[in-house]
């Protein structure tokens, strides 16, 4: 059974920083592509960052670059997202996903077949 689970969530102030990670079990961690996704309250989920199984290149949606690094340990089987400099906008619901998305399609989320339960960032003005 494939599980994900994040962790490291919670209520910050604008400006501050936060470690999200995402330990994953049950499924061959290496040859899966991982994202991270967010839900603000109303809205939809909306990509947040990726990294490829094999290359390790990251992607990352434009509202985050230069804000968010998203890395793996593939020794830990564990994903994570460092997120600075952190804006009331970035409150929301983050999951992780993992998946084997192509180069065209690490922001879609048809392209990841599991998912975590989610934790809550809030960032407080």
């Known amino acids: 059974q494939v599980q994900l689970v994040e962790s490291g969530g919670g209520l910050v102030q604008t400006g501050d920083s936060l470690r999200l990670s995402c330990a994953a079990s049950?499924?061959?961690?290496?040859?899966?592509?991982l994202a991270w996704f967010r839900q603000a309250p109303g809205k939809e989920r909306t990509f947040v960052a990726a990294?490829?199984?094999?290359?390790?290149?990251?992607y990352y949606a434009d509202s985050v670059k230069g804000r968010f690094t998203v890395s793996r340990d593939n020794a830990k089987d564990t994903i994570y997202l460092q997120m600075n400099n952190l804006r009331p906008e970035d409150t929301a619901a983050y999951y992780c996903?993992?998946?084997?998305?192509?180069?065209?399609?690490?922001?879609?989320?048809?392209?990841?077949?599991?998912w975590g339960q989610g934790t809550q960032v809030t960032v407080s003005s």
């Open positions: 049950g499924l061959a961690f290496r040859q899966y592509g």
């Open positions: 996903a993992a998946g084997r998305p192509i180069s065209s399609s690490v922001a879609s989320e048809n392209a990841y077949y599991y």
């Open positions: 990294i490829k199984a094999t290359s390790g290149v990251p």
